[in-house]
């Protein structure tokens, strides 16, 4: 059984570019949550996907966006980026949207925005 | 909605027991609990439900106190490998998003 694999592992950019981060979801997983982690702090809820359409979102600006795909891997998606951004992104891959069910965490994609 | 977890950091020798509590204002539907190693992605370690039903490790265990929304993680003759910070993520129900607490951090040392 495969697990959730994240890419790239680190990235760097400018304040004001775009970034995709991408996703694969563990194999029989239909849904992707994605979650921001500043250093020394727990994650924060972006948005979930299930079965390819948004399934809730967290208090997150609409320059942060994302995608599912038929294969259920996803991507997060951050225009104009500012200095904040800069943070551990974490995707989790679960069998359901509901809470009810476990979420099995990605690596990770550390982003540094200077 | 961020719950709270206490302590923040405890540091334990090896088989010395711990207890890492995670509390909400909020009426909640589950908790889910996680241990994170420096550089790594989170572990998933344990899942309580409301009404009882639990999903997790066998070595690990933990309770949910539905009316005073809080949980416990009980960490029993602790080892080297438990060293890590522990997060408790909640929800609430009819909720699809945790909002997880700010971590506690564990130190085993031989």
């Known amino acids: 059984e495969t697990g959730v694999t994240q890419s790239p592992t680190h990235l760097i950019k400018t304040r004001g570019q775009q970034v995709t981060l991408r996703c694969s979801s563990q194999s029989g997983h239909n849904t992707v949550s994605w979650y921001q982690q500043a250093l020394g702090q727990g994650p924060q809820f972006i948005f979930q996907y299930y079965r390819e359409e948004e399934n809730g979102r967290g208090n997150f600006p609409p320059r942060f966006s994302g995608l599912q795909f038929p294969n259920y891997s996803s991507e997060l998606n951050v225009n104009a980026l500012e200095l904040d951004d800069s943070a551990l992104y974490l995707c989790?891959?679960?069998?359901?949207?509901?809470?009810?069910?476990?979420?099995?965490f990605g690596p990770g994609t550390r982003l540094t925005v200077t | 909605q961020q719950p709270v977890q206490s302590p923040q950091a405890v540091i334990l020798r090896e088989g010395e027991d711990a207890v890492i509590n995670c509390s909400s204002s909020k009426a909640l539907y589950s908790v889910h609990w996680y241990r994170q190693k420096h550089g790594e992605a989170p572990v998933f370690l344990m899942i309580l439900l409301k009404g009882g039903e639990q999903k997790g490790h066998e070595k690990i265990s933990a309770s949910f106190n539905e009316k005073k929304q809080q949980s416990s993680l009980y960490l029993t003759a602790s080892q080297l490998s438990y060293s890590g910070t522990y997060f408790c993520g909640t929800a609430q129900t009819g909720a699809n998003n945790l909002f997880f607490g700010t971590g506690t951090r564990l130190t085993v040392i031989p």
């Open positions: 989790a891959s679960s069998r359901s949207g509901r809470v009810s069910y476990e979420q099995y």
